[in-house]
């Protein structure tokens, strides 16, 4: 006759035999898992033979395809996409990369660039553009194929270096404006061909008329309606300087007619 005790030491040797079972399967699957990994971290038919780059309008394909040529001939899943990207970063233009990798031997790049927001001409007065960030852009070629405003600045070719941040006052002010002007005042961004500051005050150029336009603190899209409005039905005198600053007004000061 067995006893309750009995009972109760036979269920424990049960589950201890169902625990052995449980946990040499699951190193079993571990064990299967981690070879075929291993095995496609080493064949070679897994080995990366072509690149595609796409998204870049600044930065030539040559250039990023050279940077990351290194990569050819190594195994798929071995290749970091966090050491692609730090490469291509150290292109100014650079300022994000999407990697994706196909199977078997494939990789595509999106190249998410830094656009141009205006160009800083240098003392010397060679042009650098600059981000919205105040990021120093490179450029390729002898065109600048971006239209962008320019502003005008006593600092020295030295000053301007590749992917660093230009720490001035004056510039972060005039990339604040022209920032407002994006959102608030989108349709007029096209007549800006330059800024320019007169006794720390940011002053714009009229592409069409060369008027020089003083920019208001509030109210910046309905002050720019008035001053086209004047512009379109007043007798605005070319190099003239309208002042936005006044509430509800325009102030012209006469230029030349």
Known sequence: MHTSRDLRQRKRRGNSRYYLFFAFSLFACLGVIGGIFYAFRHLSIFELQSISVHGNTAVPDSLLLQKTQKYLGQNLFQISKKSIRQDLQSFSRVKDAKIKKHLLDKLSIQIIERSGMLYVKSFEGNLFP????????????????????????????????????????????????????????????????????????????????????????????????????????????????????????????????
């Open 130 to 257: 600059i981000d919205e960030d105040g990021i120093v852009l490179s450029k390729y070629g002898k065109v600048y194929k971006e239209d962008l405003p320019i502003f005008s600045s006593y600092y020295p070719d030295a000053s301007f270096k590749a992917g660093s941040k230009l720490d001035k006052e004056d510039i972060a002010r005039i990339c604040k404006l022209h920032k407002r002007i994006v959102k608030e005042a989108t349709e007029y961004l096209n007549i800006i061909s330059e800024y320019y500051m007169v006794d720390n005050t940011i002053h714009i150029i009229d592409a069409r008329f060369g008027t020089c336009i003083i920019p208001s603190e509030n109210d910046l899209a309905k002050q720019f309606k008035r001053y086209q409005f004047v512009q379109d039905n007043g007798n605005i005198g070319r190099r003239s300087t309208v002042d936005l600053r006044f509430e509800n007004q325009v102030v012209v000061k006469a230029g030349e007619k």
